[in-house]
Each structure stands twice: as C-alpha cells, then as structure tokens.
C-alpha cells in the first residue's frame, strides 16, 4: 500500500499566512506578553513558526489531550494526556491548534482553561474545516479555512506519518 500526497497549500502560501497571523497578534497584543499553549503533537511546527515572527515577549507551554472513541470519530471524551508546566492565571493566553474538525477538543479544552482564570484567552488555528463543526468555537485566528478531506503534513498526521511535510497536502489512500 503506497499513500498519494496531492498539495493543498504550498510552503510558501503557509508561511505567507503564518506571517499574517504574527503580524495582527504582534499588534493586537502591543506593549504586552503572551503565553503560546501548543496542543501536541499537531500543532508543533506551526507554534514554533509562528513563535519565530513574533516580535512581543513570548513564552511557550504545552499541553496534550487524546480523545476516546471508536475509530476516526470523536466522541467529546476528551482527557488531558500533558498538563501546562505552569499557572496561566492573569496571562494573555494563546491556544495554538492545528486543525479545527468537530470543535470537541478545542471546546473542552477552552473550557477547563478559562476555569484558570487567565486574563485573556484566544484561539489560533492553522486550518479550519467549517463543514465538520460539531460543537461551537470561537476561532479568533484563522490560517485557511479548508474542505472536508484528510489532510497532512505542516505537523499533522496520519498514523504519526507525514508531520514534516513542510507543505499541507491532502491524503489519498491508494489500495
Ligand atoms: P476535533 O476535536 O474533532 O476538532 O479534532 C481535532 C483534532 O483531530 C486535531 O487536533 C487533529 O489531531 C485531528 N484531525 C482532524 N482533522 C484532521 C485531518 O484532516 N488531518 C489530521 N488530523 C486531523
Ligand atoms: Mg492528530
């Protein structure tokens, strides 16, 4: 079994994109500090590229969730593999993600955050897929918004395969 890889968002445009993004929290953000929360494993190249263009102070922490469920469907059961190293309390929070699907992760995350009490807390996204949205989200930025297909590389996954892609290509499992 051989898996064909068709590109869906070029290096280039990724990263075009990603200066975007660093550009609008660099002024959203002005005069202040940011802590970035890096969902693992996913999201890993797009915190550290997006890291790199951000010219206030910034600190990084990370966090791991894992969602129980038959097969490739969520069931909203989510449980947190990796807690933050530390206390987001009174923080300008950013939670970096690699992909929206159903919203269940990010839905339940968000929640047991803002229980902590930061003193803002918003939402980055690399990609969205708006048609799979199960739960609401609020999505303060966005990468792309892209169709219903499986998708790799730029730190995704499949089967723990294709994360260094440094492009965003769509899976096409061949027989
Ligand atoms: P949600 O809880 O359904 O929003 O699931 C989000 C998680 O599902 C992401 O963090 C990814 O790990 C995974 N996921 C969803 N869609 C894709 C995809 O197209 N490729 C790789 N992983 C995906
Ligand atoms: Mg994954």
Redesign the pocket.
């Known amino acids: 079994m051989s898996d064909t890889i068709r590109v869906l968002i070029e290096r280039e445009d990724v990263e075009k994109r990603i200066q975007e993004i660093a550009d609008q929290i660099n002024k959203d953000f002005e005069g202040e500090e940011v802590t970035l929360i890096c969902?693992l494993k996913?999201?890993m190249f797009f915190t550290c590229e997006l890291a790199k263009r951000l010219t206030i102070p910034v600190m990084i922490d990370f966090m791991q969730a894992s969602?129980y469920g038959a097969g490739t469907k969520?069931t909203g059961v989510?449980q947190i593999k990796k807690e933050l190293d530390d206390s987001i309390e009174g923080k300008n929070v950013i939670v970096i993600?690699?992909?929206?699907?159903?919203?269940?992760?990010?839905?339940f995350l968000l929640k047991v955050l803002s229980d902590r009490e930061p003193k803002c807390l918003k939402l980055c996204t690399l990609?969205n897929?708006p048609e799979?949205r199960?739960v609401e989200?609020d999505v303060d930025y966005n990468g792309f918004d892209i169709p219903d297909?499986?998708?790799?590389g730029y730190g995704?996954?499949?089967a723990q395969k294709y994360r260094n892609l440094p492009y965003v290509g769509v899976?096409e499992i061949d027989g």
């Open positions: 969902i996913g999201s969602s969520s989510i993600e690699d992909i929206i699907d159903s919203g269940r992760t990010l839905n990609l897929k799979r199960e989200v297909e499986f998708v790799v995704l996954d499949y899976l």
